[in-house]
Structures are given as structure tokens and as C-alpha cells.
């Protein structure tokens, strides 16, 4: 039994001896590590830098380029030789309408402390216009002095050219929003005016800054309170899609409007976030309506008191006559 165990214990001491020699072994290897990562570090850098999608550079104080990656040509048309022997090309390929902010943002850089961003176009070197999201910030040693403007410039092109034809799209909605004959509201899912143009502000006597974030059914007549309020419920709710009908609404000096509204819920992933709601003043329509019932009522009228008439003058005569068609002499 000693000697098992004494057995056993020479098999292992050979394995805690290979593990202190492999502790040594990895103690020596760690000892050449710091020399060995700053190779490796700069290798690695430069290929981060040079694999860069957006076009990165340094800059010494004096304009002169210490680094340019390769993206640069990609973006500009020009190589990053190109910019490391003619320090100057950069300003000369700024767009003639925006060369101003950037000589004021090149001065600036000389007392901001924080990263600065700027948006500008450049004209390729096949003369294309380049929108350019640039992004830059000093940098200092470890004795505080500063030693160059670290950047980066990206092709926005397609970013803006989304954000101009958005603002030309809005622009078109908003002048068929402002410049419709009938009045346009959206209502929020908080049953509150988010949205409304000039005109239905105008037909009901407010200005839209009053209107604006109020309750939908604030200016409803009181006789037409519940039935609105229940078909605005149904459509938040989504049970009413969409409706048209007729209510009265509230003038802001006291008189009643009567108007027509069709509304529409607004939903986005299968929930409703709001209303839509056009209004149209029918007051003239219904005083018109009205006109006609009271001419209808009169003609009506008329034409039965000559009814009437033609059968009082008619029957006497019809008396008087013999039954052989002539009147009676005696």
C-alpha cells in the first residue's frame, strides 16, 4: 500500500515540475511582450486606418498632411499622395458657396478644445458635387503641446440629397395642407389637436396656436357632444375606420357652424396612433337646403288653396247644369 502510494506520488512530481517550468517559459515570453505589441500595434493601426471607410487624416499644426487614408480617392477622386505633396489641395477643392465656413472653421480650430463638426461640399476631380460630414479635434503629447488636428470626412451625398427631397415633399403637403379650402386636423391617440391648418382654425374664429394641443371635442354643440365623442372613441379604439356625418361646432363668438367631417384612423403596426379628420363648412349648403324645404313648403301650399279654390268655383256650376250638359234658365 506505501509503496502504490509512494508509486503514485513519483508519477505526479514530474507533471508539477513540467508545470513550474512552463510558468518560467511563459514569465520569459511575457518579459519580450511590450517590445513585441508595439510592432504589432503599429502594424495593426495602420492597416485599421488604411482600411478605413470614411477618409481619415492627420494634420500637423503648419497644414502640412502627415496621413491621408486611401478612402480619400473614393470620396474626392484624389490619392492620398495627392494631398500629402500639395497641403493647399484640400481648400482649393472646397465648393466656391461654402469656402467661407470653411476658412471660419479652420480659424476656429486654433482656440476650441472640443471635437468640431462641420458639413460642406467638395468638387471631385471629375467635377461632381460631394457632400462632406466632416468631424475634427486637436491633439496634444503628453506634455500638453499641441501637435496636430486629427479628422474625418464622410460622403453624406445620398443623406442629403434624402433630406432635400423630404423638405421639398413637405414642402409641397404643406402648402396643400395650408392652402386647402376645407379644414385639415390630425388628432393624437390622447383624443388632442396635434396638427391643423389655417383654415379650420379660421372657421371657427381662433388663430392655430389656440387650437393647437387642445381637446378634440372642445367647440362641439351640445346637442352633438356624445355622438362625436363616441365616434372619436370607436375610431382610437379602431372600431370605426373611417365616417363621414354632419355635427355643429361652436364659434369662437358664440354662433353655431354647421359642418360635414370625415374622418380616417391613422395607424402604424397594426395600432392606431390617431385621427384624421377633414371639415367642410356646409352652412351655406344647409341655408340653401333650407330655402328650397320653405319654397317647396309654400309652393306646397300654394297649390293646395288652389285646389281648394278650383273646387269651391267648381261646384256650383257643376249643380246648375241640366242632365242634358245646359245650364238651367229658370
Avoid at 130 to 155: A, K, L, P, Q, Y
Avoid at 262 to 271: A, E
Amino acid at each position: 500500500m506505501t509503496a502504490e502510494r509512494g508509486s503514485n506520488e513519483d508519477k505526479q512530481r514530474p507533471r508539477v515540475k513540467c508545470k513550474k517550468d512552463a510558468v518560467r517559459k511563459d514569465t520569459r515570453s511575457k518579459a519580450l511582450l511590450p517590445e513585441t505589441d508595439r510592432v504589432s500595434d503599429a502594424v495593426l493601426y495602420r492597416a485599421i486606418l488604411d482600411g478605413a471607410y470614411d477618409w481619415e487624416f492627420f494634420v500637423r499644426p503648419d497644414g502640412v498632411y502627415l496621413y491621408v487614408s486611401p478612402s480619400c480617392e473614393r470620396i474626392s477622386g484624389y490619392t492620398s499622395e495627392d494631398f500629402l505633396s500639395d497641403p493647399a489641395l484640400m481648400d482649393r477643392i472646397v465648393h466656391p458657396d461654402d469656402r467661407e465656413r470653411w476658412v471660419e472653421h479652420e480659424e476656429s480650430l486654433h482656440t476650441c478644445e472640443t471635437p468640431m463638426e462641420i458639413d460642406f461640399r467638395i468638387l471631385r476631380r471629375d467635377g461632381q458635387v460631394v457632400w462632406i460630414g466632416h468631424v475634427c479635434h486637436r491633439v496634444f503629447d503628453g506634455t500638453e503641446v499641441f501637435i496636430g488636428r486629427r479628422g474625418s470626412n464622410r460622403d453624406i451625398t445620398a443623406h442629403k440629397r434624402a433630406e432635400e427631397a423630404l423638405r421639398e415633399s413637405e414642402e409641397r403637403y404643406r402648402l396643400i395642407f395650408d392652402g386647402s379650402k376645407e379644414g385639415i386636423i390630425f388628432i393624437g391617440a390622447d383624443n388632442r389637436r396635434d396638427i391643423l391648418n389655417n383654415r379650420l382654425a379660421e372657421m371657427c374664429g381662433y388663430t392655430v396656436e389656440e387650437l393647437v394641443g387642445t381637446s378634440a371635442l372642445t367647440m362641439i354643440h351640445p346637442d352633438d357632444f356624445e355622438r362625436v365623442r363616441e365616434n372619436n372613441r370607436k375610431r382610437l379604439a379602431g372600431e370605426l375606420p373611417s365616417s363621414t356625418y354632419e355635427f355643429r361646432v361652436i364659434h369662437k363668438d358664440g354662433h353655431s357652424i354647421d359642418v360635414e367631417g370625415t374622418f380616417n384612423s391613422i395607424n402604424r403596426d397594426g395600432k392606431v396612433i390617431g385621427v384624421c379628420g377633414i371639415l367642410r363648412d356646409i352652412g351655406a349648403r344647409k341655408r340653401i337646403e333650407e330655402s328650397l324645404r320653405e319654397r317647396e313648403e309654400l309652393y306646397r301650399q300654394m297649390f293646395d288653396s288652389h285646389a281648394i279654390l278650383r273646387t269651391l268655383t267648381r261646384f256650383p256650376q257643376e249643380k246648375s247644369r241640366t242632365p242634358w250638359g245646359r245650364r238651367s234658365t229658370a
